[in-house]
């Protein structure tokens, strides 16, 4: 008998929090604070500082696949930077043997031109 009381006082309290757990945002630890929860420390980045942000990682990629740190990948040095490996005739486009970073922000800059060529109405 006590087994069953204490079963249905375990099902009833349980049934009482489920409604208040349902009720948390998702992601929210209702533990927590509101003044200790982690929050950005600034909106996320847009337009000019987004673009800035998205080239400094950009950067940062090619500067890790420059193995000799000579700020040039070559064909092999480009494999650790899939995107330029894949597109590595069309961004050297001086038939060097070897990108820069220039170059391919230069074949960004003409493939988002060509996009934008393509959209527009004739």
Do not use: C, W
């Amino acid at each position: 008998m006590k087994t069953m009381h204490l079963l249905l006082l375990f099902v009833s309290v349980a049934h009482l929090a489920a409604p208040a757990a349902a009720q948390a945002p998702i992601g929210v630890d209702g533990l927590v604070p509101p003044a200790l929860r982690i929050r950005p420390a600034e909106p996320p980045a847009a337009g000019a500082a987004l673009r800035a942000q998205a080239l400094a990682k950009l950067e940062a990629q090619f500067r890790a696949a420059d193995l000799d740190g000579n700020g040039s990948l070559t064909l092999e040095e480009s494999k650790g930077f899939g995107f330029v490996a894949s597109h590595f005739d069309d961004i050297d486009a001086g038939r060097r043997g070897a990108v820069t970073f220039d170059d391919l922000r230069a074949y960004l800059a003409r493939a988002k031109a060509d996009r934008r060529q393509a959209t527009r109405p004739d």
